[in-house]
């Protein structure tokens, strides 16, 4: 895994993981990667800065060979949280909605709603949740 700072083309900085830098790339052609804070699909790397191992035992640093571990146990865990949870597309924002005011049964749902919608939503107090690591739709898998 490798991880990036990125920034959009509005200059919001960010940080990605990837399998390698061509997943990078890959994922970046085919808009993939968004930004988190305005869904901006211009994507660029940013400067970063080395990291540079001070001397000593710098106590709490993540090995990079433990990062991956953690990754794929943060993808497996979730994973099993989506498991229990129906996949509603872009019908996110319309049944969370639902479900908020009493017109429909309240369950565990995931599905894609954009910057904007996914702001209309914690304003009107309906509590949401960005995913941590992207989700595959049904319909992509195979």
């Known amino acids: 895994m490798i991880v990036f700072d990125l920034r959009c083309a ?25 930004c988190p804070i305005c ?18 035992n710098r106590g709490g640093e993540v090995a990079p060979h433990d990062r991956a571990s953690l990754l794929a146990e943060l993808a497996s865990a979730q994973a099993k949280l989506l498991e229990s949870s129906e996949w509603v597309g872009r019908s996110l924002p ?13 369950a565990a749902i995931h599905g894609e709603a954009s910057v904007a919608e996914a702001r209309e939503l914690i304003e009107e107090g309906i509590p949401i949740a960005r995913l941590p ?6 319909s992509m898998q195979n």
Do not use: C, Y
């Open 10 to 34: 509005a200059a919001h900085v960010f940080e990605a993981w990837f399998a390698s830098s061509a997943a990078f790339e890959e994922q970046r052609r085919a808009a993939m990667v968004r």
């Open 39 to 56: 869904d901006d699909a211009t994507i660029e790397k940013a400067v970063m800065a080395p990291n540079i191992a001070a001397k000593g």
């Open 94 to 106: 319309d049944r969370a909605r639902a479900m908020h005011l009493g017109e429909e049964t309240a």
């Open 133 to 138: 690591l992207p989700v595959i739709p049904p």
